[in-house]
């Protein structure tokens, strides 16, 4: 396995402002927002590199079989090209990988999260035109195929298991294994492709924060985060936290004072202890 070395910092200002593009832009692209998440990670992600793993999708849908049909079909003829046929699965040792969350390193280990795995599925599906979007189930990424307006009609499947398509049973246990709470129609709502990134750069951040010598691996995730239109405002207090952790008590402070200024017109006393963590990283620098 080779170690994951982040790029300089000239080249990762430009993956940032490429991703700010296009998290902004009036359609923003799923796979490409995913790829420059990679870039961020891999230093030896390339321009090229990202080209690769766009042909190796339309590679992909190329080879699926055309299936007529509805919904069921489709789901089976992925299930069949990508699980079954080449590998795409994940297992419990996948979430342990920061690779697991890169759509590029997925493509070459045909292993991933189920987040990642189902972005997979959807890119291949919608390339070879079926009717495709991500579902954002609680605690496990999945993909349905069906007329989104019509999620009655809806056939789930679970990329991570080889792209088995689920029972309304198993949607509903995945659901509560994950919160305790049955299944809610609103939770089969399509996934907008700004929310699946957020939620990615979720899964990054969780991975990073687990491992506290990977601090830098969180900050560029949180400050992808920042990035998106719409994001978490406690995102700016994690990000602050994180540079007073990394040694940069200054920044770090100032961004805290910043936060409390916002925090305190809702919540006096939580600004009040903002600017307590503000005091007393400045006071590191003596």
């Known amino acids: 396995m080779r170690p994951l070395q982040p790029p300089g910092p000239e080249r990762s200002a430009e993956w940032r402002r490429r991703f700010a593009d296009e998290a902004r832009s009036e359609r923003p692209d799923l796979s490409v927002l995913c790829l420059l998440v990679g870039a961020q990670a891999d230093g030896k992600l390339t321009e090229a590199g990202m080209d690769a793993a766009q042909i190796e999708l339309d590679r992909l849908a190329g080879e699926l079989p055309f299936r007529p049909g509805g919904p069921r079909s489709w789901a089976t003829a992925l299930a069949e090209h990508l699980g079954d046929g080449l ?5 419990p040792g996948d979430y342990q990988r920061l690779e697991s969350s890169l759509l590029h390193e997925v493509l070459r280990r045909r292993r991933g999260l189920p987040i990642l795995l189902s972005v997979v599925w959807m890119e291949v599906a919608r390339r070879a035109g079926a009717p495709v979007c991500g579902v954002a189930l609680p605690g496990h990424f999945v993909v349905g195929f069906g007329p989104p307006e019509q999620p009655e009609q809806q056939v789930l499947v679970d990329p ?30 399509p996934a907008d492709p700004l929310d699946v990134v957020l939620r990615i750069l979720n899964n990054v951040r969780a991975w990073a924060a687990a491992r506290p010598e990977r601090s830098e691996v969180a900050l560029w995730a949180v400050d992808l985060s920042l990035l ?16 007073v952790q990394r040694g940069d008590f200054l920044t770090g402070a100032t961004e805290l004072d910043a936060y409390a200024e916002i925090v305190a017109a809702v919540d006096g006393p939580a600004a009040d202890r903002v600017r307590s963590q503000a005091h007393a990283a400045r006071a590191m620098l003596n």
Not at 170 to 189: I, R
């Open 228 to 243: 998106l239109p719409s994001h978490p405002a406690r995102l700016r207090y994690e990000r602050a936290q994180l540079l």
């Open 160 to 189: 991570f298991d080889g792209g088995r398509v689920l029972t309304g049973t198993d949607a509903e246990l995945l659901v509560a294994g994950s919160t305790g709470s049955p299944l809610d129609p609103s939770m089969l709502s």
């Open 87 to 91: 590998g795409f699965r994940g297992t």
